[in-house]
């Protein structure tokens, strides 16, 4: 069964320091997605990022990058030099093959970046 | 271009009563997802179409809780009879294609206040 952890509840930084909110999943499958979106105060969740399960290579957009280790099932998201409007919630989602591309959100971490 | 529509955006009403969500998707999209977001239990499938089939009902918590998707535009999520257990914030998202396999783009989500 698919399963996404992400242990870090809540996390509060300063303004310009470096976050890394971690992601942690579960599958048998061998072709999966991953996914990584961003809930600001105003509610609407918004798309971050797309991995498949093939494609290891990290990824840097900006301020934004992405670590994926399938070796340890981690899917880890870093904000360098975070700004007060990165200040949200930040959930990691799966889709496996097997389930017909279900997609399961871990629990979210709430993020909070002070002036 | 216009995002997923959603509405109403707030919707109040007694126990028993009857509630309808409704969902206008991207155009073009072809995969549509009715999620449930509480504190408890956090973002929930309840149900996903391709191409307007239902796939994946499995999230759906009860018989009282239907899903329809009459045409590619449009789909429905109602409660009969709501209870205030049901008080969330629903949100509908629609993907390109494929089911949870690509991104989703999620409209601003219907709080539902069950009293």
């Given amino acids: ?115 | 271009d216009a995002g997923v529509i959603q509405s109403p955006r707030h919707e109040v009403t007694e126990m028993g009563q009857e509630v309808t969500l409704r969902c206008k998707p991207i155009s073009g999209h072809n995969s549509l997802f009715w999620y449930r977001q509480t504190m408890m239990r956090g973002l929930e499938l309840l149900i996903y179409f391709n191409n307007n089939v239902p796939i994946d009902d499995s999230g759906m918590p009860e018989d009282r809780f239907s899903a329809k998707m009459p045409n590619a535009s449009f789909s429905t999520l109602k409660i009969q009879p709501s209870e205030p257990r049901d008080s969330a914030v629903y949100f509908c998202a629609s993907s390109a294609s494929g089911g949870g396999a690509y991104e989703q783009y999620f409209g601003p989500g219907t709080r539902l206040t069950v009293t």
Avoid: H, M
């Fill in chain 1, 1 to 115: 069964a698919q399963k996404v952890t992400q242990a870090q509840t809540e996390i509060s930084v300063v303004e310009k320091e470096d976050v890394t909110l971690d992601c942690v999943y579960e599958t048998r499958d061998t072709t999966y997605y991953l996914f990584w979106y961003k809930q600001p105060p105003s509610g609407e969740l918004v798309f971050l990022i797309r991995r498949n399960s093939f494609d290891e290579q990290n990824e840097i957009s900006g301020r934004y990058s992405w670590n994926f280790q399938k070796s340890t099932s981690s899917f880890n998201f870093t904000i360098t030099a975070s700004q007060v409007v990165d200040s949200a919630v930040y959930f990691c989602a799966l889709s496996e093959a097997t389930g017909g591309f279900k997609t399961i959100f871990g629990a979210g971490t709430r993020l909070f970046v002070k002036a």
